[in-house]
Structures are given as C-alpha cells and as structure tokens.
C-alpha cells in the first residue's frame, strides 16, 4: 500500500491510497482436482472522493460490487472508502469456497490413499501443498494492508469505515489460521501415504520371503541328489524306481507344508 505525502509541509496529509489486493480462483471439485489455484490482481486507487480500480482478468468480486451500485445508488453515497470496503469484503468472501474446496479435494486424497495410493496421489498431495502456500502467501500481505486501513489515521478514509476494514482483517486472520490448519492437514496425508506405501511394501517383502523359505528345503534336496560326485559302483535300481520318486515327491510336498504351518504358529504370517 502506497500513500502520496503533501510536499509544502511534509506532513501525513493523504491525497490519494493505492492498494493491490488478489482475487483466488479455483473451480476444479472432485477426485481430478490438481490444486492448482489461479490469483487475479486487482489495483486500486483510493481518493477522497473517487475509487479507481484496474484488472486485467474479469473479478467476479468487483463484477457483484458494481451490479449492486448500480441497483441501489445509496452505496455510492456513503462514500470512496465504503466502496473499498465492500470490494475486499467480496474478493475476501471468495476466499472461503476456494478453501472449502481445496478442503473437499484433500478429503477425497485422504480417502484415495487406502483404496488406491498411485504415484499420481503424492503428485497431487504435493500440488495441494503449494497451492496452500501460495495462498498464505496472498492472505498474509493482504492481512497487514487491511490491519493498516483499519487502524491507521488516513484523511481518505473516515473514522465511521474503519470498523469495516477491522471486519474484512477478522476473516483474513481466519483464512489465515484455516490455510495454516490445512497444510497441517496435508503433511498429515504425506505421513499417511509413506505409511501405507511401506506397509503394503512390507507385507509383499513378507510374502516372497515366505515363498523362498517354503522352497529353499526343496532346492537343497534336489540340488543334493542331482551331485554327481561319486560314481556308482552297485546297481541303484532301488533309487531309481517308482517306489522312491513317490516317496521323494511326497517329502517335497509335506516339507513346505510343515513349514508353512510351522510359521502360521509362530504368527510369522
């Protein structure tokens, strides 16, 4: 916020305000919301008795304030300060579905994260956490700007309106704190989706070691018998028949079987 000073005397005679404030978009609900969030700057110049505004982009805020100057004149009779007054009030009041949207949207990636923790949901959690901290970002100025109109001594601006700015700085400290309460929110998600990705990690680390540990006695006997160190020297017809590759096959069965018991027993599983 830029104030001119009278040059004759140097004292804090105040001809003219200018102000930046930031209008917040952002649209996109559901489970393929990005966090992406858009922010419109508004210029404004506050004078005695005139208000000039300039925006590149169409502001919702600014659209609402000017259709309803021109349905009831008595806004504009209540003077320059007033209309300021109502302009913050409106781009401040699109804050709030902004951030109840983002709220949702977190919502729906805490609940995404059970059934389906995708790289695509971190991509998203770490979006949402910057689109938090640009939004402190614009809340946080914004908040001084409005502190400083509501109570400081400004010619432009009568004492009787500075109570309006007092209420439009009450809802930015609200913002404020929610904004600072959801990023909380989405180191929670962060935690939560490591959590899981480990947990889920783990029990598949436990099933393939329960998979090699059930065929390692299996690859130690076949890989005993299949040594060909000794040369045999009597028939081994006894060793080659039906009778033992029966008997061997039901050891290969009933061995991981056991074992497989053995671990449920001592809850390895």
């Not at 004149?73 to 109840?100: I, N």
């Not at 099933?207 to 090699?212: A, C, D, P, R």
Request: glycine share 4%.
């Amino acid at each position: 916020m830029l104030s001119r000073i009278n040059p004759h005397n140097g004292n804090c005679w105040v001809e003219y305000l200018y102000l930046v404030l930031h209008a917040v978009v952002f649209d996109v609900q559901g489970k393929d919301a990005d966090g992406h969030i858009d922010t419109l700057e508004l210029d404004i110049f506050l004078g005695q008795n005139y208000l000039v505004t300039y925006h590149a982009q169409s502001i919702a805020a600014v659209d609402r304030v000017w259709a309803a100057c021109q349905r009831d004149e008595r806004h504009l009779k209540r003077g320059a300060a007033y209309l300021l007054y109502k302009l913050a009030d409106e781009l401040v009041a699109d804050y709030m579905p902004a951030v109840e949207q983002m709220d949702d949207a977190i919502d729906l990636i805490e609940d995404e994260i059970f059934d389906n923790p995708a790289p695509t949901v971190l991509e998203r959690t770490f979006a949402f956490k910057r689109a938090l901290l640009h939004l402190r970002r614009i809340i946080m100025p914004q908040r001084e700007v409005l502190n400083k109109l509501a109570r400081d001594d400004y010619a432009v601006i009568a004492p009787e309106h500075r109570i309006f700015f007092r209420d439009v700085y009450d809802h930015l400290v609200r913002l404020y704190d929610i904004t600072e309460s959801m990023r909380d929110l989405v180191g929670g998600v962060l935690d939560t989706y490591l959590s899981v990705v480990n947990n889920r990690m783990n029990e598949i680390m436990k099933t393939l070691t329960v998979i090699t540990t059930l065929f390692m006695p299996l690859a130690f006997l076949t890989g005993f018998f299949g040594m060909n160190f000794f040369q045999p020297v009597t028939p081994l017809d006894i060793w080659t028949g039906i009778p033992a590759f029966i008997l061997t096959m039901i050891v290969m069965m009933l061995l991981p079987a056991g074992m497989f018991l053995w671990m449920r027993r001592r809850a390895w599983m």
